[in-house]
């Protein structure tokens, strides 16, 4: 199944973008209270994987497996979901950090179908203004390196 997948090019370091996106610093220890303000209950921990669990809007609970990889990415694996799977990758380049979310569907067939299809007519602009514009915008702000 393809994936599907929003690029931003934000204007600063790797680790400054890591550390802003996951709330996960890119070097030393992780505070457990910032990333449950910001993922949910933390319900376990084993090295730098955490599962925690969060309820949305409509009150439906969920459980996701966080991986960090600082600085370079965040995988994010729905435990109990048939959506899709998460992965965002920081890479820097002469212009600052190349910031990628994929997208890795887990349905198949015609769900995964009309999913892709909606995300590539409307989702795709809508998503990248909620997810990285206010990030890009935070570091347009700052001097670059």
């Known amino acids: 199944m393809p994936e599907i997948t ?5 204007p600063a370091q790797t680790s400054a973008v ?10 030393g220890e992780p505070d457990a209270r910032q990333l449950e303000s910001r993922y949910g209950r ?9 599962i925690f ?11 996701l497996l966080y ?4 600085p370079h990415q965040r995988e994010m694996r729905h435990l109990d979901s048939d959506w899709a799977d998460r992965t ?14 994929t997208w890795q569907p887990k349905s198949k067939g015609a ?7 909606f995300f590539r007519w409307k989702d795709r602009q809508r998503l990248y203004d909620q997810i990285m514009q206010p990030v890009v915008d935070h570091f347009q702000t700052q001097d670059f390196y």
Do not use: K, M
Request: some cysteine; aromatic content about 14%.
């Open 111 to 117: 769900p995964f179908l009309i999913r892709w299809l």
């Open 88 to 101: 965002d990758t920081f890479v820097q380049n002469p212009n600052g950090t190349e910031w990628n979310i």
């Open 6 to 10: 929003i690029t931003a090019q934000v």
């Open 67 to 70: 991986i960090f990889s600082p």
């Open 53 to 63: 669990c969060s309820t949305n809007s409509e009150g439906v609970e969920s459980r």
């Open 18 to 27: 890591f550390t802003h996106v996951t709330a996960f610093p890119a070097q």
């Open 42 to 50: 933390l319900e376990s921990q084993d090295g730098q994987d955490f």
